[in-house]
Each structure stands twice: as C-alpha cells, then as structure tokens.
C-alpha cells in the first residue's frame, strides 16, 4: 500500500499542494477542491525527468488540454482525479523498482498486457489505472506481469 505522504510527494508535496497531506482523506479533499496546477506541473516533472521541454509539454497536453491547463489555477475534479491516479501509480513503481528512472520507464514503454499501450496512456482512465495497479502489485510480489 502507497501512503498519502508518498503520493502527495510525486504531486510536489506540501509546497506545490499548498498544504501537506497526512492521510487519504487529506489528499481526497485536495483532489475534490482540484489539485493546483504547480502539483500538475511536479508530476509532470516527476514523469519526464531528464526529457526536453518539447516532451514535457507534450505530455502535459496528452493529459491535460492546451485551454484547460492555461485556463486555471487548480485543475477540475475529474483532471485532479487523473493526476493522484497518475501520481499514486508512479509512487507504486518507483517503490517496486526503488529506481525513479526504472519507474518512468515502464510508465512509458509499451506493455504486452496493455495491448501495447504505454501504462501511462493507459492510465489516464480508471479502468486502465486498475489494469497497470494489477501489473505493478503482481510485481511487488514477485509473480509474473
């Protein structure tokens, strides 16, 4: 099980959240308030690490809008739902692999049991969020995927 505290930290912490989380139902708050847009852009750090900026816009813009990110301060709900789903799956597999690097690899390489699909693409809906959680918790222990 991924703490609060953990995914709180891949959205940017206290500093980009506006407050620190201590629990679930902290962060599920934050999210129903909508996330701020700095939590949205240290994801996007977090998953781009090392990439140009050419790649972290692109990405951001695959989940987010060009408008609807320019927009707004604080990301809608359903937006926020997206980014603590995305958050809460990097902090999963960077605690499988205890490698951050090894953590955005898998989150955009294709994967057989995703048809193919990147676990990040498959991730921006609940149900292929379910279906990458599944990959990642056979990892951690220790059954194939």
């Known amino acids: 099980m991924i703490a ?14 506006g ?34 900026e050419i790649t972290r816009v692109s990405l951001r813009y695959r989940i987010i809008p060009r408008a609807t990110y320019q927009r707004s ?9 997206t980014a603590e789903r995305l958050a809460r799956i990097y902090a999963k597999a960077s605690a499988l692999w205890q490698d951050d690097r090894a953590a955005q690899r898998f989150l955009l390489s294709p994967h057989p049991e995703l048809r193919g699909k990147a676990p990040l693409d498959a991730a921006l809906t609940e149900i292929g969020g379910r279906q990458v959680e599944e990959i990642i918790e056979r990892g951690m222990h220790g059954l194939p995927g």
């Open 73 to 81: 301060r604080r990301l809608n709900q359903q937006h926020s739902e």
């Open 19 to 52: 407050n620190p989380v201590h629990d679930l139902m902290e962060l599920d708050e934050l999210v129903a308030k909508g996330i701020p847009r700095a939590a949205f852009d240290a994801l996007i750090e977090r998953l781009a690490a090392g990439a140009d």
């Open 4 to 17: 609060a505290q953990q995914i709180a930290e891949v959205l940017g912490g206290a500093a980009a959240l």
